[in-house]
């Protein structure tokens, strides 16, 4: 029997594989930053045109599919995730990343149908890694196969996070006690990249064991929660229940130990969630 | 005038090069690791393999020279830079990163003459870029130019830390304290990459504004110092004065309005010097 998103798929990681190279072409030349929510809260034209190309590249030969994107949802469209096939879209995941010129930036898409997601397409296109994983089918960098760390001690772990500047003193001030507490479990060390994407494959290969966020979107996870799951590992809520892609948070793992771990040390503060309606 | 140390650099980078794909040889296999000071600081089995493969080959050329290696010091050699031509030795940069496979390795080695720093290698061997500085002449990425970032407003500057690797409380509060408020500047970002080397070989290359830690030690920073300062880039102490490469402790900025503005923010916290003598005496 063949497999009815294969074809997407394939369509997803060419218009990734472009979009990798337009993010390439702008590293080049002078990059002027706009704020999105806060000081710390960058996007760029870059952003935009990444995205326009996508959405057109994909609707031109799926015009009934649904698209959340992140510079789309800024500007008003809907984050209400539907039964539709619908493509998830992070046209530069770590713009901070991007505007300085930090080797972690990627484009990330997640697929899904009926709310399930399908496959998902990470591309991190500075270190030109493209990251695959299709249901049932594996995980893959560059084609090659990668799985999880296997890692169950938590005190030999390396653990992913970032640390960001909030307005909110008291979510601020949670925030990096979760990182202490994470720290002084003890684990082996603590490490902030820049782009949920490439830290959510970054678990999936092996190279960290954990990874676990409070205040992302879905289009930042849609993408790596297919791959971490195919290269075998764990992904849940940081209360410890099912992962739940609108719900802004996540803990991404080599293992359900290390995973349930995490969640016992960290306090959750609130971040909203992208299918809230805007007031 | 002949450059009397370009031999020496030359030397320098075939011999981290080399060490590097050792380190990338033994990326594949099993590895034994043991802690040394505390259950995140630690060593492997490569760490001493590419250590005494570096000083061997260099003694081999340069049988005069002093040499200060992070493996032989942890085995009691001593770690005092006299004006002899040194040879600063970090084998395996980033030794936590090399256990767990994630991307930022390095071999680094700086060389001093009268206690002043002549050049520097990083080689960060899993991106295969190799980073060099001599004093007077750039620095360099894959003979690429280096320039540090022309950003000089701290509020659109990144910031590189570390956690460290001292699980001390008293210690732990003080690097989050500091974190926390250079955090609340604000500035665009902290990122924790994992090796001191490549934080200031990233300085260098003008991806993130500063980079600063308490806790390193002289083969962690010695090559770095050169790489930022030849990118045009500053070099300072966490209190504000001039780097002390045997303090535990660097500021590596792009400038130093940055540099001054990190230094106001940090809360220095003791570190036992690099050079504190067997005797103990202060």
Request: glycine share 8%; charged share 20%.
């Given at each position: 029997?063949?497999?009815?998103?294969?074809e997407?798929?394939?369509?997803?990681i060419?218009?990734?594989?472009?979009?990798?190279?337009?993010?390439?072409?702008?590293?080049?030349k002078?990059?002027?930053?706009?704020?999105?929510s806060?000081?710390?809260?960058l996007?760029?034209?870059t952003?935009?045109?990444?995205?326009?190309?996508?959405?057109?590249?994909?609707?031109?030969?799926?015009p009934?599919?649904?698209?959340i994107?992140?510079?789309?949802?800024?500007?008003?469209?809907?984050?209400i995730?539907?039964?539709?096939?619908?493509?998830?879209?992070?046209?530069?995941?770590?713009?901070?990343?991007?505007?300085?010129?930090f080797p972690?930036?990627?484009?990330?898409?997640?697929?899904?149908?009926?709310?399930?997601?399908?496959?998902?397409?990470v591309y991190?296109?500075?270190?030109d890694?493209?990251?695959?994983?299709?249901?049932?089918?594996?995980?893959?960098?560059?084609?090659?196969?990668?799985?999880?760390s296997?890692?169950?001690?938590?005190t030999?772990?390396?653990?992913?996070?970032e640390?960001?500047?909030?307005?909110?003193?008291?979510?601020?001030?949670?925030?990096?006690?979760?990182?202490?507490n994470?720290?002084?479990?003890?684990?082996?060390?603590?490490?902030?990249?820049?782009?949920?994407?490439?830290?959510?494959?970054?678990?999936?290969?092996?190279?960290?064991?954990a990874?676990?966020?409070?205040?992302i979107?879905?289009?930042?996870?849609?993408?790596?929660?297919?791959?971490?799951?195919?290269?075998?590992?764990v992904i849940?809520?940081i209360?410890?229940c099912?992962f739940?892609?609108?719900?802004?948070?996540l803990?991404?793992?080599?293992?359900?130990?290390?995973?349930?771990?995490?969640?016992?040390?960290?306090?959750?503060f609130p971040?909203?969630?992208?299918?809230?309606?805007?007031? | 005038?002949?450059?009397?140390w370009q031999?020496?650099?030359?030397?320098?980078?075939?011999i981290?090069?080399?060490?590097?794909?050792?380190?990338r040889?033994?990326?594949?296999?099993?590895?034994?690791v043991?802690?040394?000071?505390?259950?995140?600081?630690?060593v492997?089995?490569?760490?001493?393999?590419?250590?005494?493969l570096?000083?061997?080959?260099?003694?081999?050329?340069?049988?005069?020279?002093?040499?200060?290696?992070e493996?032989?010091v942890?085995?009691?050699?001593?770690?005092?830079?006299?004006?002899?031509?040194?040879?600063?030795?970090?084998?395996?940069?980033?030794?936590?990163?090399?256990?767990h496979?994630f991307?930022?390795?390095?071999?680094?080695?700086g060389?001093?003459?009268?206690?002043?720093?002549?050049?520097?290698?990083?080689?960060?061997?899993?991106?295969?870029?190799?980073?060099?500085?001599?004093?007077?002449?750039?620095?360099?990425?894959n003979?690429?130019?280096?320039?540090?970032?022309?950003?000089?407003?701290i509020?659109?500057?990144?910031?590189?830390?570390?956690l460290?690797s001292?699980r001390?409380a008293?210690?732990?509060?003080?690097?989050?304290?500091?974190?926390?408020?250079i955090?609340c500047?604000?500035?665009?970002?902290?990122?924790?990459?994992?090796?001191?080397?490549?934080?200031?070989?990233?300085?260098?290359?003008?991806a993130?504004?500063a980079?600063?830690e308490i806790?390193?030690?002289?083969?962690?920073?010695?090559?770095?110092?050169?790489?930022?300062?030849?990118?045009g880039?500053?070099l300072?102490?966490?209190?504000?004065g001039?780097?002390?490469?045997?303090?535990?402790?660097v500021?590596?900025?792009?400038?130093?309005?940055?540099?001054?503005?990190i230094?106001?923010?940090i809360e220095?916290?003791?570190?036992?010097?690099?050079?504190?003598?067997e005797?103990?005496?202060?």
């Amino acid at each position: 029997m063949s497999d009815p998103w294969q074809e997407c798929m394939d369509h997803c990681i060419a218009v990734t594989r472009k979009a990798g190279e337009m993010i390439r072409e702008a590293l080049k030349k002078d990059i002027s930053v706009m704020q999105k929510s806060s000081p710390v809260d960058l996007v760029t034209e870059t952003d935009q045109k990444v995205e326009a190309l996508i959405i057109s590249t994909i609707r031109e030969k799926y015009p009934s599919h649904s698209f959340i994107g992140e510079e789309s949802v800024a500007t008003g469209s809907s984050s209400i995730l539907t039964e539709n096939p619908t493509w998830i879209i992070d046209p530069i995941d770590g713009t901070t990343n991007f505007v300085h010129r930090f080797p972690f930036v990627s484009v990330s898409i997640g697929f899904t149908v009926k709310k399930e997601i399908e496959f998902g397409v990470v591309y991190s296109c500075v270190e030109d890694k493209m990251y695959t994983a299709r249901r049932g089918k594996g995980a893959f960098c560059n084609g090659e196969p990668i799985k999880v760390s296997g890692q169950k001690d938590i005190t030999k772990s390396v653990v992913l996070t970032e640390i960001n500047f909030k307005e909110n003193l008291d979510h601020f001030k949670t925030m990096m006690c979760n990182i202490q507490n994470i720290l002084t479990i003890p684990v082996h060390g603590i490490r902030c990249p820049g782009s949920a994407a490439v830290n959510m494959c970054l678990v999936a290969c092996g190279s960290a064991d954990a990874y676990y966020h409070i205040g992302i979107h879905c289009w930042d996870m849609a993408g790596g929660a297919a791959i971490v799951t195919e290269a075998g590992g764990v992904i849940m809520d940081i209360t410890g229940c099912p992962f739940d892609l609108m719900s802004r948070r996540l803990i991404t793992a080599s293992s359900r130990p290390i995973a349930e771990q995490i969640a016992r040390q960290i306090q959750q503060f609130p971040c909203g969630r992208d299918d809230e309606e805007s007031s | 005038m002949a450059d009397l140390w370009q031999d020496a650099m030359d030397h320098a980078v075939a011999i981290a090069r080399k060490a590097g794909a050792v380190i990338r040889d033994h990326l594949q296999g099993e590895m034994t690791v043991m802690c040394k000071s505390s259950p995140a600081d630690l060593v492997t089995a490569t760490d001493q393999k590419v250590e005494e493969l570096i000083m061997a080959s260099i003694m081999e050329k340069f049988p005069t020279h002093s040499l200060i290696g992070e493996e032989s010091v942890s085995a009691g050699q001593p770690c005092i830079l006299t004006d002899n031509p040194t040879w600063i030795i970090d084998p395996l940069d980033g030794t936590t990163n090399f256990i767990h496979r994630f991307p930022f390795v390095a071999v680094s080695i700086g060389f001093a003459v009268n206690k002043e720093l002549e050049f520097g290698v990083v080689y960060s061997c899993i991106e295969d870029k190799m980073y060099t500085g001599k004093r007077g002449k750039g620095a360099f990425c894959n003979g690429k130019q280096l320039q540090v970032s022309g950003q000089t407003d701290i509020k659109q500057s990144l910031i590189i830390t570390e956690l460290g690797s001292s699980r001390d409380a008293e210690v732990v509060r003080h690097i989050f304290s500091s974190m926390q408020k250079i955090l609340c500047i604000p500035v665009h970002g902290i990122r924790c990459a994992g090796s001191a080397a490549i934080n200031m070989c990233l300085v260098a290359a003008g991806a993130a504004e500063a980079y600063y830690e308490i806790g390193i030690h002289c083969w962690d920073i010695s090559a770095g110092a050169v790489i930022v300062s030849e990118a045009g880039g500053v070099l300072m102490d966490v209190e504000g004065g001039p780097l002390d490469l045997m303090s535990r402790r660097v500021v590596a900025a792009n400038s130093k309005s940055v540099a001054e503005r990190i230094v106001k923010e940090i809360e220095a916290f003791p570190a036992e010097r690099d050079d504190v003598s067997e005797a103990g005496s202060a």
